[in-house]
């Protein structure tokens, strides 16, 4: 097992989860976070401190698509290891349905 983000994520980036992370498995992309599932350890500490619940064991049913998106882009994208500032509107963004057809970008974040 391992956890995984999903499209709740996109644009909303809170980052709280790169914070208790005891394994840094978190890349960065331009507007997500994701996991890289080989790295991560289940332990399941970043699932709470996620606020917009975009992190999920990959034992739900329906999360393959984010399994292979964040396999693929841990691999592209750089590490972060230290919370950043969310985006300026992601309160806004939280809870919004639809967010990967309409905002996902596969552009690399700055990492640290």
Not at 40 to 60: K, R, Y
Not at 70 to 87: C, F, H, L, M, V
Not at 99 to 106: A, C, H, L, Q, T
């Given at each position: 097992?391992t956890?995984?983000?999903?499209?709740?994520?996109?644009?909303?980036?809170?980052?709280?989860?790169?914070?208790?992370?005891?394994?840094d498995?978190?890349?960065?992309?331009?507007?997500?976070l994701?996991?890289?599932?080989?790295?991560?350890?289940?332990?399941?500490?970043c699932?709470?401190?996620?606020?917009?619940?975009?992190?999920?064991?990959?034992?739900?049913?329906?999360l393959?698509?984010?399994?292979?998106?964040?396999?693929?882009?841990?691999?592209?994208w750089?590490?972060?290891?230290?919370?950043?500032?969310?985006?300026?509107?992601?309160?806004?963004?939280?809870?919004?349905?639809?967010?990967?057809?309409?905002?996902?970008?596969?552009?690399?974040?700055?990492?640290?």
């Amino acid at each position: 097992m391992t956890y995984v983000v999903t499209d709740a994520c996109i644009r909303c980036k809170y980052m709280d989860c790169v914070e208790v992370c005891p394994v840094d498995c978190f890349y960065e992309g331009e507007n997500m976070l994701v996991i890289n599932p080989s790295e991560c350890i289940d332990c399941g500490v970043c699932e709470p401190e996620c606020p917009a619940e975009a992190i999920l064991p990959d034992t739900e049913n329906g999360l393959e698509k984010w399994l292979e998106l964040n396999r693929t882009y841990s691999e592209q994208w750089p590490n972060i290891t230290q919370k950043g500032d969310a985006p300026a509107d992601a309160d806004a963004m939280k809870g919004e349905e639809g967010k990967f057809e309409k905002y996902f970008s596969p552009e690399p974040g700055t990492g640290n």
